[in-house]
């Protein structure tokens, strides 16, 4: 047998505990993006990896424990964005880049989606805790970063998700056009 073909005959090389595990979340990431804590099957994230659930069980404790480092992974994303955003734009456009660099999170649907199943599995008093911890934590770090107003924040917040909710509903046009929104939500009676 030829070297090339030994070489490629060889037993490939092993993940590590930490990258099976790194891909463990990215694939949850995806999948309770889609069908939240409670509609998604842990089968279907291991059968992606490729390990088995005891396997996964053993790393997480439960589902909610790989659903808790999905939330984490998704906010971590969402800090490296803002951080990088801020350090390419210096101290006086921080906050402007930081605005900018959320689009970027729009355009991550697995990521935009995992945020607003984190918020949406918040009745569950573990998850709400970190979602709350971590809300804060992004909150402490983009006025830290942009010296921005408890005003400025709140408008920064509340676009974001309003964002989300665009985005995550497929709705181009208001990300484009403010007036949009203003016009779904008159109380007009459009048949007179």
Same mark, same amino acid.
């Given at each position: 047998?030829?070297?090339?073909?030994?070489?490629?005959?060889?037993?490939?090389?092993?993940?590590?505990?930490?990258?099976?595990?790194?891909?463990?979340?990215?694939?949850?990431?995806?999948?309770?993006?889609?069908?939240?804590?409670?509609?998604?099957?842990?089968?279907?994230?291991?059968?992606?990896?490729?390990?088995?659930?005891?396997?996964?069980?053993?790393?997480?404790?439960?589902?909610?424990? !790989?659903?808790?480092?999905?939330? +984490?992974? $998704?906010?971590?994303?969402?800090? @490296?964005?803002?951080?990088?955003? =801020? *350090? /390419?734009?210096?101290?006086?456009?921080?906050?402007?880049?930081?605005?900018?660099?959320?689009?970027?999170?729009?355009?991550?649907?697995?990521?935009?989606?995992?945020?607003?199943?984190?918020?949406?599995?918040?009745?569950?008093?573990?998850?709400?805790?970190?979602?709350?911890?971590?809300?804060?934590? !992004?909150?402490?770090?983009?006025? +830290?970063? $942009?010296?921005?107003?408890?005003? @400025?924040?709140?408008?920064?917040? =509340? *676009? /974001?998700?309003?964002?989300?909710?665009?985005?995550?509903?497929?709705?181009?046009?208001?990300?484009?056009?403010?007036?949009?929104?203003?016009?779904?939500?008159?109380?007009?009676?459009?048949?007179?």
């Amino acid at each position: 047998m030829s070297r090339e073909m030994a070489t490629k005959t060889e037993t490939p090389t092993r993940q590590t505990a930490s990258a099976r595990r790194e891909a463990l979340v990215d694939a949850a990431v995806k999948h309770f993006a889609l069908t939240g804590l409670h509609g998604t099957a842990v089968s279907a994230i291991t059968d992606e990896v490729g390990i088995t659930q005891p396997y996964a069980f053993s790393l997480f404790g439960t589902k909610k424990g !790989l659903f808790l480092a999905a939330v +984490e992974r $998704s906010f971590d994303r969402v800090e @490296e964005t803002f951080r990088a955003a =801020a *350090a /390419g734009a210096g101290e006086e456009g921080a906050f402007d880049a930081m605005k900018e660099s959320y689009g970027g999170v729009l355009a991550d649907r697995s990521l935009l989606l995992m945020q607003l199943q984190a918020y949406a599995a918040s009745g569950d008093d573990e998850v709400r805790e970190l979602v709350r911890h971590r809300y804060a934590q !992004l909150y402490e770090l983009v006025r +830290e970063l $942009s010296g921005a107003s408890r005003d @400025e924040l709140a408008e920064f917040f =509340a *676009a /974001g998700m309003l964002l989300n909710v665009a985005a995550a509903l497929d709705i181009p046009k208001l990300l484009l056009d403010d007036t949009w929104l203003a016009d779904c939500l008159s109380l007009k009676d459009d048949a007179s």
